[in-house]
């Protein structure tokens, strides 16, 4: 929390980059109802961030167009990710107080700006959890993640030697958009964030889109996964599941998925979908041994593949532990050493859980003496994939269902965020739904409420 304001302050000191070709910092349109506010006056609801480990669902103005290329859609269907959970827990800096959260939505559009060619009101979408201009070198190249004019956040490129794109629900650290845990969202420059969902596709289906099949595909392709090769996972939440099944898809004759402690019984749930995955289990190793040394027992000098899909802010040591505690490190480098201590020489490493800043600790030596490739997956470039993964879900060989559990209210999240951060038995992934929403599609999880 002190760093966020810190952060917060250091940014006001230093001023914006003045590259932004979109107005930033809208995260609540209660901070300047008369600009933001859509002029009818409506209110909304919207899950915001209140401090590190609280969160609240309030009630605050629907925002309005305030740029020609902008599209405000009206949210049918949202859901909580890994990566809020670093919100929640204020590990991201940036953050102030009242920022709308969710950066994976789809609805239907409620209003157009006058630029708008590409979507009309009543059109279903689905938005991607990056903001991208469309036209910028990275935008050419369909890398929307990495989108040159919509995040001129002077800290990121001082941190990384450049800037993320913008991203909806994630802190002024990438641009400050208000995001889609609400009734409403603003979205700039529409025309390139909103792909329009065939009707033969659900919602339930469809909004995965928005992030997390991307995300997935992104770590497998990325990170190299070919025919015959054996992977290893770790985390078994809803992004190592979809690795896990893209894996397969991409070849790959065995793969082994990680996880345990609180989210142990995600091994069986990813099993129960994926018979064919192999499951460790690192909270019952015997005594003397680590995953490394199991995996390299399971496979003749470890697998060729090593995904990381959990982040970097769980450490498992006393070390890591204080060391973040007093701002040392902002992430732990343990299960980064696991992996590339695991892989076959020459094998491939690809990160996709988040990590945001400096680590200690790292094996270096491992990874030089041994040839291993370390493959900073980036924030996936959803632009580059969501057409083909459309294709896919279409054509039955995508299931997003697979690793959808349950059907939450909007008004019912900071129930939901609680059980999603305490790994509650059963809770994969949700479907959020809101006033707009359609009924449950065939095959998709029904209501569960937590409050009469």
Same mark, same amino acid.
């Given at each position: 929390?002190?760093?966020?304001?810190?952060?917060?302050?250091?940014?006001?000191?230093?001023?914006?980059?003045?590259?932004?070709?979109?107005?930033?910092?809208?995260?609540?349109?209660?901070?300047?109802?008369?600009?933001?506010?859509?002029?009818?006056?409506?209110?909304?609801?919207?899950?915001?961030?209140?401090?590190?480990?609280?969160?609240?669902?309030?009630?605050?103005?629907?925002?309005?167009?305030?740029?020609?290329?902008?599209?405000?859609?009206?949210?049918?269907?949202? +859901?909580?990710?890994?990566?809020?959970?670093?919100?929640?827990?204020?590990?991201? !800096?940036?953050?102030?107080?009242?920022?709308?959260?969710?950066?994976?939505?789809?609805?239907?559009?409620?209003?157009?700006?006058?630029?708008?060619?590409?979507?009309?009101?009543?059109?279903?979408? !689905?938005?991607?959890?990056?903001?991208?201009?469309?036209? %910028?070198?990275? %935008?050419?190249?369909?890398?929307?993640?990495? %989108? $040159?004019?919509?995040?001129?956040?002077?800290?990121?490129?001082?941190?990384?030697?450049?800037?993320?794109?913008?991203?909806?629900?994630?802190?002024?650290?990438?641009?400050?958009?208000?995001?889609?845990?609400?009734?409403?969202?603003?979205?700039?420059?529409?025309?390139?964030?909103?792909?329009?969902?065939?009707? @033969?596709?659900?919602?339930?289906?469809?909004?995965?889109?928005?992030?997390?099949?991307?995300?997935?595909?992104?770590?497998?392709?990325?990170?190299?996964?070919? *025919?015959?090769?054996?992977?290893?996972?770790?985390? @078994?939440?809803?992004?190592?599941?979809?690795?896990?099944?893209?894996?397969?898809?991409?070849?790959?004759?065995?793969?082994?998925?990680?996880?345990?402690?609180?989210?142990?019984?995600?091994?069986?749930? !990813?099993?129960?979908?994926?018979?064919?995955?192999?499951?460790?289990?690192? +909270?019952?190793?015997?005594?003397?041994?680590?995953?490394?040394?199991?995996?390299?027992?399971? *496979?003749?000098?470890?697998?060729? !593949?090593?995904?990381? %899909?959990?982040?970097?802010?769980?450490?498992?040591?006393?070390?890591?532990?204080?060391?973040?505690?007093?701002?040392?490190?902002?992430?732990?480098?343990?299960?980064?050493?696991?992996?590339?201590?695991?892989?076959?020489?020459?094998?491939?490493?690809?990160?996709?859980?988040?990590?945001?800043?400096?680590?200690?600790?790292?094996?270096?030596?491992?990874?030089? *003496?041994?040839?291993?490739?370390?493959?900073?997956?980036?924030?996936?470039?959803?632009?580059?994939?969501?057409?083909?993964?459309?294709?896919?879900?279409?054509?039955?060989?995508?299931?997003?269902?697979?690793?959808?559990?349950?059907?939450?209210?909007? $008004?019912?999240?900071?129930?939901?965020?609680?059980?999603?951060?305490?790994? $509650?038995?059963?809770?994969?992934?949700?479907?959020?739904?809101?006033?707009?929403?359609?009924?449950?599609?065939?095959?998709?999880?029904?209501?569960?409420?937590?409050?009469?």
């Amino acid at each position: 929390m002190a760093m966020s304001q810190a952060a917060n302050l250091l940014e006001k000191a230093l001023g914006h980059g003045g590259t932004a070709t979109t107005e930033q910092d809208l995260t609540n349109p209660n901070r300047d109802p008369g600009k933001y506010a859509d002029p009818s006056g409506e209110k909304m609801k919207a899950l915001v961030w209140n401090g590190k480990n609280d969160v609240r669902v309030i009630e605050t103005f629907k925002p309005a167009k305030i740029e020609n290329s902008d599209v405000i859609v009206k949210v049918t269907g949202s +859901t909580v990710c890994g990566s809020d959970l670093h919100l929640l827990h204020g590990s991201v !800096v940036e953050l102030q107080k009242g920022d709308i959260l969710g950066h994976e939505f789809c609805g239907v559009v409620d209003s157009v700006g006058p630029n708008i060619s590409k979507v009309k009101p009543g059109d279903r979408v !689905v938005c991607s959890f990056q903001i991208a201009c469309g036209h %910028c070198m990275y %935008c050419d190249r369909k890398l929307s993640s990495q %989108c $040159e004019n919509t995040n001129d956040n002077t800290i990121e490129n001082i941190m990384y030697g450049g800037r993320t794109a913008g991203m909806l629900g994630y802190s002024h650290f990438t641009g400050g958009y208000a995001g889609g845990q609400a009734e409403y969202v603003r979205v700039a420059y529409g025309d390139v964030n909103l792909l329009k969902i065939p009707d @033969a596709v659900p919602d339930e289906k469809a909004l995965y889109l928005s992030d997390i099949l991307s995300t997935s595909w992104n770590c497998v392709v990325d990170t190299g996964v070919k *025919e015959g090769d054996v992977v290893a996972i770790w985390g @078994a939440g809803p992004i190592g599941q979809m690795c896990a099944d893209f894996s397969f898809m991409n070849g790959a004759k065995r793969v082994i998925i990680i996880d345990g402690g609180a989210g142990s019984w995600r091994l069986d749930f !990813v099993k129960s979908k994926l018979p064919q995955v192999e499951t460790l289990n690192f +909270t019952d190793l015997p005594k003397g041994e680590s995953i490394t040394s199991q995996l390299k027992k399971m *496979e003749h000098g470890g697998p060729d !593949v090593a995904l990381e %899909c959990v982040a970097g802010e769980y450490a498992k040591g006393w070390a890591h532990y204080f060391e973040m505690m007093l701002g040392l490190e902002t992430d732990t480098s343990e299960i980064i050493n696991e992996m590339i201590t695991s892989v076959k020489s020459f094998g491939r490493c690809g990160i996709t859980g988040v990590y945001v800043g400096f680590t200690n600790h790292f094996n270096i030596g491992s990874l030089m *003496e041994r040839g291993v490739r370390l493959i900073g997956n980036g924030q996936a470039p959803v632009h580059l994939y969501w057409e083909d993964l459309l294709k896919k879900i279409e054509d039955g060989s995508i299931d997003p269902l697979k690793m959808v559990t349950h059907r939450v209210a909007l $008004e019912e999240l900071e129930t939901v965020y609680k059980k999603y951060n305490e790994r $509650e038995q059963g809770m994969q992934k949700v479907f959020v739904a809101t006033k707009f929403s359609f009924p449950p599609a065939p095959g998709a999880p029904q209501l569960t409420t937590y409050h009469s």
